[in-house]
C-alpha cells in the first residue's frame, strides 16, 4: 500500500518528501509621472513693488526687452548716469553724486527717457535731443536755489512725468472734451497715469501739460500759465498769465 498524505509543503510519496515548486509571477509596478509642459516664464516679484500683479515698468513706460524680468531687480543703483569723477564741486551735478535718491531718480529718467526716445519719430529726434539739453541746463541752474534738493528732485519729477505723458507712455484716460461757452470754445483734456499725475489740455491750436496740484475738492491741474480744477463734472479755467477764469462742463 502506498500512502499519500498531501500538506501544504509538499507531497509524501512512499517516505520520500517531494517539494512542491509553486511559481509566483511578481508585478513589479513603476510609478511614471504624467508629462508636464515647459513652464511658462513669470515675473519675479521684485519688479512688482505695488503688489498689483503688474510689473512696475508696464506703470511707469521704462520696460526694457533686454532685461530678464524673471530674476530678481537688482539693488538700487544708488550712482547717477554720468561720471561723477569729472563734476565740480559744489554744482548741481555734485550734489546728485552725493545724494541717493537724486541718483535713483537719474537713473529713473534715463530709462524714461530711452522709452521715448524708441517711439519718436526719426525726424523728431533732434527736437527731443534739444529739449533733453535744454532740460539738463535748467536742472542744473538749482544750484542757485535755496532748497536745492528740493528743486532738483522736482525738476527730476516734471520731467519723467513730461515724457511719461507726451510719448504716451503709460494709460491714459481721454481725450475728454469740454464745452466752455460761446467765447472761451472747446477744451479736449488727456488724463494720463503718470508719475505725478499730468494731463494735456488742447484748445484751438494751444496745448498746455498740466500737474497735479493739492486742492481742498476735485482734481486740480496747474502749468505754466494755465490751471484745471474740476470737480463733478464742471471745471474752472484760467489759459494764459493774467486772463479770467472761465467754466466749463463736460460734454456727455
Same mark, same amino acid.
Given at each position: 500500500?502506498?500512502?499519500? *498524505?498531501?500538506? /501544504? ?15 509566483? $509571477? ?10 508636464? $509642459? ?5 515675473? !519675479? ?16 513706460? *521704462? ?9 530678481? =531687480?537688482?539693488? @538700487? ?8 569723477? $569729472?563734476? %565740480?564741486?559744489? $554744482?548741481?551735478?555734485?550734489? #546728485?553724486?552725493?545724494?541717493?535718491? +537724486?541718483?535713483? +531718480?537719474?537713473?529713473?529718467?534715463? *530709462? #524714461? ?22 532740460? #539738463? ?20 519729477? =516734471? =520731467? ?8 504716451? /507712455? ?11 461757452? @460761446?467765447t472761451a470754445g472747446e477744451l479736449s483734456v488727456t488724463f ?6 499730468? /494731463? #494735456?489740455?488742447?484748445?484751438?491750436? %494751444? ?16 502749468? =505754466?500759465?494755465? *490751471?484745471?480744477? %474740476? !470737480? ?21
Amino acid at each position: 500500500m502506498v500512502k499519500v *498524505s498531501l500538506g /501544504l509543503a509538499g507531497f509524501i510519496i512512499g517516505g520520500l518528501s517531494l517539494i512542491a515548486c509553486e511559481q509566483k $509571477s511578481t508585478t513589479i509596478e513603476t510609478s511614471v509621472p504624467p508629462p508636464t $509642459s515647459a513652464p511658462s516664464k513669470q515675473m !519675479h516679484p521684485s519688479w512688482d513693488a505695488d503688489n498689483n500683479g503688474v510689473n512696475d515698468c508696464e506703470t511707469n513706460g *521704462s520696460c526694457d526687452h533686454s532685461i530678464d524680468y524673471t530674476q530678481p =531687480r537688482p539693488a @538700487a543703483v544708488a550712482t547717477p548716469t554720468f561720471d561723477c569723477a $569729472s563734476v %565740480e564741486e559744489g $554744482s548741481t551735478e555734485h550734489l #546728485i553724486c552725493q545724494e541717493p535718491a +537724486l541718483a535713483q +531718480l537719474d537713473n529713473t529718467l534715463t *530709462s #524714461i527717457y530711452k522709452a521715448a526716445s524708441a517711439k519718436v519719430a526719426p525726424e523728431q529726434s533732434a527736437t527731443l535731443t534739444a529739449e533733453q539739453r535744454g532740460w #539738463i541746463k535748467g536742472r542744473n541752474d538749482c544750484w542757485k536755489a535755496e532748497d536745492k534738493f528740493a528743486c532738483i528732485k522736482t525738476q527730476y519729477e =516734471r =520731467r519723467i512725468a513730461e515724457l511719461q505723458a507726451r510719448y504716451a /507712455l503709460v494709460a491714459a484716460n481721454g481725450p475728454i472734451r469740454f464745452q466752455c461757452g @460761446a467765447t472761451a470754445g472747446e477744451l479736449s483734456v488727456t488724463f494720463y497715469q503718470s508719475t505725478p499725475l499730468t /494731463l #494735456i489740455a488742447q484748445r484751438d491750436d %494751444e496745448e498746455s501739460l498740466m500737474y497735479i496740484a493739492p486742492a481742498a475738492s476735485g482734481s486740480k491741474y496747474e502749468g =505754466r500759465t494755465e *490751471s484745471f480744477w %474740476e !470737480h463733478q463734472g464742471e471745471a474752472r479755467v484760467t489759459w494764459g498769465y493774467g486772463t479770467p477764469e472761465f467754466t466749463c462742463t463736460k460734454i456727455q
